[in-house]
């Protein structure tokens, strides 16, 4: 072989060398397109439980003004968390409901 040719190759050698580290520095460094790829992935994952932390809040809000303006919302949620009742009032209990209560460990 003829030294042009050698020293061709070493060139070609060299570059391809010199471009897989770049492309390997690249895709796989500090701030490379796979760490990239994985912190968009977070802040997907970071972005959507915001928007269920912002429904859940709204809801929240929803609740402490019907709790602070409706005196009958107030009295069902008494009544179903507390199982209270009216004077006067009686509660029919069936078999179907006894057996739906001790199932859920009631």
Known sequence: MSSKKKKYWKIILVSICVTGLIVA????GEQGLFQLYKREKERRALAE?????????????????RL????????????KEL?????????????????KEGSDGS
């Open 25 to 28: 520095w690249l895709g796989f």
């Open 49 to 65: 439980k915001i928007r269920t932390l912002a429904e859940e809040n709204r809801a929240l809000l929803d609740e402490i003004e």
């Open 68 to 79: 602070r303006t409706d005196m009958k919302y107030v009295e069902s949620v008494i009544r």
């Open 83 to 99: 199982s209270l009742i009216r004077e006067n009032e009686v509660i029919y209990r069936f078999k179907d409901d006894l057996e």
